[in-house]
């Protein structure tokens, strides 16, 4: 009577020592959330066998033995995840083998169905693909030869099998290669994993803590959560403005922070890729700096930085956590949003950005080399407003009162009155209102970021 097994053969081209391989296979699980116990704990265990100039590696399992199905995906897993291919070979009848080639990425490829496979798949037997096995066949191996394996009459299919392995480069032994069988010794090597709860634990956590009180709490305010290595949230009013709030960790220091900032479909390019460290102080600030602007009478530079810096909590005290985030959350929408709130035209956007991120508001002239050369420069802008003057004599009677708030509490004299400020912008605004290329400018990243905008909110 015939075996019955499924195994798995990982492509290392590179042969490697049984040892180095060991290393890398368990590098790469303990990425993937599991760490090495021994076998009274693990909660998954494989079992790796090698061959002397081999270029492949048999993995099987205890579990495989189980199902074909959980063998399969997990074969696909651990193409992807060692980046190679790999072929799960399980023997479904006596006379009858499947062959399954998994790609880099993890999908299925492709079949190769050896024996009397007319009985499970009737007249739709598939053909091996010869783009996919031809680079394995080894040398003086012909893809005639190779098909010709597919269709012989062999009592038990793991003669097949055997005949089969060397044609691409595989052990003849290992091919047939069962969790039963396995036994310790210098080609064989155990390994028992259970899930790392310590690594990802709060990380994972963390990131469940910001949907939780955050993504939750804006939802309902019409924000959605941009996809990125870091959490932006955005609001899009009158597809022209967004209202932005993304969350930073400092993993160094053991911190984090809510950013909030306008963009507008007239910068010079819609981006939230960039690493959000190096937009703070740009266009997006810290909560505790929205506490300074709204120039409270009580302030209090010890109260500024908390908003600004939140320590991570310990995410094993549920209370804890809960405090933080809320706090932060609390902080956000006491001193942050109402500033959001305001924006939903160009004159109200120009007043947001003027008071609090006046950088973007630079006008470079046009012989200037850092002319049009922020991604984030909002000057186009003033092309939209309605009342450019109504603006500017807004920021100018914001500037006196910062004036007065930095004297009481900073002890700081202003080194120029607000007209010092302001009348350059004036001077500058006169020639970019009228220049063509300010135009040209302003419809061509319109067109651009609508676009941009357009996948952001699909």
């Known amino acids: 009577m015939g075996m019955f ?4 053969q990982i492509y290392t081209p590179i042969i490697s020592l049984p040892s180095q391989f060991t290393n890398l296979f368990c590098q790469k699980m303990k990425k993937e959330g599991y760490t090495i116990c021994n076998s009274d704990e693990s909660e998954i265990s494989y079992i790796l066998r090698f061959a002397d100039g081999c270029k492949w590696v048999t993995v099987t399992s205890d579990a495989y033995e189980q199902g074909n199905q959980f063998a399969q995906t997990d ?8 980046h190679t291919v790999c072929i799960n070979t399980t023997v479904i ?12 990425s993890g999908k299925r490829a492709d079949s190769l169905i050896i024996g009397r496979a007319d009985d499970y798949f009737g007249d739709d037997i598939p053909q091996p693909s010869e783009e996919l096995w031809k680079p394995f066949l080894s040398s003086g191996t012909t893809w005639e030869q190779f098909s010709d394996i597919q269709n ?5 299919v793991e003669d097949s099998l055997k005949e089969l392995a060397p044609m691409i480069g595989m052990d003849d032994q290992n091919i047939l290669f069962s969790a039963d069988e396995a036994a310790e010794d210098e080609q064989t090597v155990f390994l028992f994993f259970k899930k790392d709860t310590t690594q990802n634990k709060k990380k994972a956590s963390f990131n469940a803590a910001i949907k939780h009180y955050f993504a939750e709490a804006l939802k309902p305010l019409g924000f959605r959560e941009v996809k990125n290595k870091s959490p932006y949230f955005i609001r899009i009013v009158n597809d022209e403005f967004i209202h932005v709030i993304a969350i930073i960790k400092d993993g160094f220091s053991g911190t984090f922070g ?23 102080g740009h266009w997006l ?5 929205y506490y300074r602007r709204a120039l409270p009478s009580d302030y209090s530079r010890v109260q500024e930085i908390a908003m600004s810096r939140c320590p991570i909590p310990d995410m094993e005290h549920p209370d804890e ?21 305001k924006v939903s035209d160009a004159d109200s956007a120009i007043r947001f950005l003027f008071f609090f991120a006046p950088e973007c508001l630079t006008i470079f002239d046009e012989t200037d080399p850092y002319y049009d050369f922020h991604y984030y420069n909002e000057s186009c802008l003033f092309l939209k407003a309605k009342d450019v003057n109504a603006v500017l004599n807004a920021y100018a009677d914001k500037i006196k009162v910062s004036h007065e708030f930095c004297k009481i509490h900073f002890k700081q004299e202003p080194n120029c009155t607000a007209e010092d400020i302001v009348n350059p912008i004036r001077e500058k605004l006169q020639p970019f209102l009228v220049s063509d290329r300010s135009r040209s400018n302003a419809e061509r990243n319109t067109t651009h970021n609508l676009q941009i905008l357009k996948k952001i909110a699909e």
Not at 5 to 8: C, H, M, V
Not at 285 to 289: A, S
Request: glycine content about 6%; hydrophobic content about 40%; overall charge negative.
């Open 5 to 8: 097994f499924s195994s798995t």
């Open 75 to 82: 074969t696909g897993r651990i193409a992807k995840m060692l």
């Open 152 to 156: 012989e009459d062999n009592t038990f």
């Open 258 to 280: 809510v950013l909030g900032g306008i963009a507008t479909i007239y910068r010079k390019e819609l981006d939230f890729s960039e690493d959000l460290k190096s937009e703070v």
């Open 93 to 104: 009848d006596s006379d009858c083998a499947t062959l399954d080639l998994y790609d880099k």
């Open 321 to 341: 956590v809960q405090a933080c985030f809320k706090k932060a959350l609390e902080n956000a929408m006491t001193w942050l949003m109402p500033e959001l709130d």
């Open 285 to 289: 600030m810290h909560t505790g700096f």
